[in-house]
């Protein structure tokens, strides 16, 4: 077997296990004749079940078009999206979380993990110790009787992890979640988020258009060229994992060179 189609072999393999995601030749086309233009593509990805791989690139690359098509919000227009080697389906393949946390205002803090336990099927007499579980994991002990305008944009986006997270499934979907939030809380967000995917040990795919933000969560990074978006860098994250000092972590050398490269590829795609 050459040393092509062995990697061959081994994507098709990666490409099917549990939370693996896997994009053959995806191209995906808005509008029709004279008015239709392409968002990205053509694009080949595998993931491998838990990873953290960052999407990141200027706005209006694709990034989000490729993760509504990984959610299966969208189909593509050409290629085709696998999730475990099935196509994905809306609602159930993936968590996902958007750049506005999207709860339910009329509703408490427990009212909006309760309603994502229902709809993952999950034994009414499990809600209890699964919400406090999931709540622990974001940080928001002691927050379920709160309404949504009673925590703050950071606790309610902690919130709206926490209500991806209740469904077993493997991948967990987040587009630019901390976009609208001040420097600290990002920060702290993104440390949590580090964390509970470390954990839970999920397959993640984090859309930003911050190359620090990229350097910091992935544990591998794709930047994609201006519209349309095909791959501009494939890049592996070695920084360390699990449990580290962020503030040293975010202060290493390595993480400054790896932070200027990701920076210089994104402004030449950009600029390409």
């Known amino acids: 077997m050459s040393s092509s189609e062995l990697a061959e072999a081994t994507a098709e393999v990666a490409g099917t296990r549990a939370g693996s995601v896997r994009l053959d030749q995806v191209t995906h086309r808005y509008g029709r004749g004279g008015e239709a233009f392409t ?28 993760l509504r098509l990984i959610a299966g919000f969208e189909r593509p227009t050409q290629g085709s999206v696998r999730i475990s080697g099935a196509e994905p389906r809306p609602g159930d393949t993936a968590g996902v979380v958007f750049q506005t ?25 499990e809600w209890p110790a699964r919400r406090a579980e999931l709540l622990a994991r974001v940080g928001l002990e002691g927050t379920e009787r709160r309404r949504v305008w009673e925590i703050s944009g950071g606790q309610q986006q902690r ?3 926490a209500r991806a997270l209740a469904a077993e499934n493997p991948l967990l979907l987040l587009d630019e979640p901390f ?56 890049l592996p994250i070695t920084l360390p994992r699990g449990d580290v000092d962020a503030e040293e972590l975010r202060g ?21």
């Open 179 to 234: 976009a609208a939030l001040d420097a600290l809380t990002r920060e702290r967000l993104q440390e949590d988020v580090r964390r509970v995917t470390d954990r839970t040990g999920r397959t993640t795919v984090f859309v930003t258009h911050s190359a620090e933000e990229a350097v910091f969560l992935g544990s591998r990074i794709v930047v994609l060229t201006r519209s349309p978006g095909t791959v501009a860098l494939d």
């Open 39 to 66: 968002a990205v593509g053509p694009v080949d990805l595998t993931v491998p079940a838990g990873e953290f791989l960052v999407l990141v690139g200027a706005s209006g690359c694709g990034k989000s078009t490729l």
């Open 101 to 125: 946390p999207r709860l339910f205002p009329w509703r408490t803090v427990r009212g909006n993990i309760d309603l994502a336990l229902r709809y993952a099927g999950l034994d009414r007499a």
């Open 159 to 161: 919130v709206a992890i």
């Open 252 to 272: 290493s050398r390595e993480f400054a060179e790896l932070r200027a490269r990701v920076s210089h590829t994104v402004k030449a795609a950009a600029a390409a």
